[in-house]
């Protein structure tokens, strides 16, 4: 690959590439509802910690230290670190596999830099970790945005059936071992399936031919999408989701609660569902370890911040390892 010289001046002609006319900014309230749903998440954790610490006649925080120092954390590091990496090649792979049918030719070992160096920008918000990938593929291979933005939409809408999937999947092998409400995922599942027949239906212009909805720039993926590119993303995704699976069964045994894998499987995607919810530290998933562990709120909070944060930030630290190649090909011009 060869790129022109750099400009004088790179941030000036990364901005002049960007609209005229950006956005507006967000309204109010949905600038503020990820930071009310994290208050509300802190507030309930709060709570049942502060129960729990009053059975055991101590306080949160000496609650939380004897949770704490009873991790092996040595071991643990062990498990997380290769499944970081792993989680990251198999992330690399959806979306070089999307990038190369819908927008550009680019080689795996190309991805990599572009979607690591992204994980950074994720840490303070996954919008914006997509929009630099947006950037980047426009600057390195003159993608147009609204094409990249159609394939990362693609990538989330293939999300959604991925998890729902292996949660069908989970309810199935031991729908008897879990709690009552995920007694909806058949329903839910059942609806999913409906939506998708329809909107298949309508993007290959056999539903409502006459709309122009469907030529909007942002659904260029799903314009060009085969029926068959859904199911080998859930497919090529699904190794992550089994790994973690065990890693998880794992992780949770070192903080003293025993779960089996197949018990994990059907609460592994919904715990990610929550993950996915907009706002800070991931709190939705944390608390919804507590909410499905009852009688372990001190190991579950443990658990789910460590777990899930740690993930963040060391995918992130994955990405510092290509920053200086993705700063290079960001700001020394496109491919010639």
Same mark, same amino acid.
């Given at each position: ?29 949905? #600038? ?23 059975? &055991? ?57 572009? #979607? ?9 918000? &996954? ?14 291979? *003159? ?15 293939? &999300? ?30 059942? %609806? ?7 909107? #298949?239906?309508?993007?290959? %212009? ?13 659904? /260029?993926?799903? *314009?060009?999408?085969?029926?068959? /590119?859904?199911?080998? $993303? ?77 993930? $963040? ?11 200086? *190649?993705?700063? *290079? ?8």
């Amino acid at each position: 690959m060869s790129t022109s010289e750099p400009p004088s001046d790179p941030s000036s002609e990364v901005q002049s590439e960007l609209p005229a006319n950006p956005r507006p900014p967000l309204p109010l309230w949905q #600038r503020a509802t990820p930071w009310l749903i994290t208050i509300a998440c802190f507030a309930y954790l709060y709570s049942k910690l502060a129960g729990a610490a009053g059975r &055991e006649d101590e306080t949160v925080v000496s609650y939380l230290t004897q949770v704490f120092a009873s991790v092996p954390w040595g071991r643990w590091l062990l498990l997380m670190v290769p499944y970081s990496f792993f989680f990251f090649l198999i992330d690399s792979l959806v979306l070089w596999r999307v990038v190369n049918w819908y927008n550009t030719k680019v080689a795996y070992l190309d991805i990599l830099p572009i #979607r690591g160096s992204s994980y950074i920008l994720s840490i303070v918000n &996954e919008q914006v970790g997509k929009g630099a990938m947006a950037l980047y593929l426009y600057r390195r291979d *003159r993608v147009p945005g609204f094409e990249v933005g159609s394939s990362m939409l693609f990538i989330m809408f293939c &999300e959604f059936y991925y998890l729902l999937s292996w949660a069908c999947v989970g309810y199935a092998l031991r729908g008897d071992a879990l709690p009552s409400e995920f007694g909806l995922i058949p329903a839910i599942a059942a %609806g999913a399936l409906i939506f998708f027949v329809i909107f #298949r239906l309508f993007f290959t %212009g056999k539903l409502f031919s006459g709309s122009n909805l469907r030529d909007k720039p942002i659904f /260029h993926a799903f *314009r060009q999408a085969e029926t068959w /590119h859904f199911p080998m $993303i859930i497919l090529l995704r699904s190794p992550a989701l089994l790994t973690a699976v065990w890693v998880y069964s794992m992780a949770l045994g070192f903080f003293g609660v025993e779960v089996t894998n197949l018990e994990m499987l059907g609460y592994l995607p919904v715990i990610f569902f929550g993950a996915a919810t907009p706002g800070p530290m991931r709190t939705v998933a944390i608390t919804l370890w507590v909410v499905l562990f009852p009688g372990y709120e001190g190991e579950m909070t443990a658990f789910g911040f460590v777990q899930h944060n740690f993930f $963040i930030f060391f995918n992130a630290a994955i990405g510092l390892i290509f920053l200086n *190649r993705a700063n *290079r090909e960001l700001f020394g011009g496109a491919k010639d």
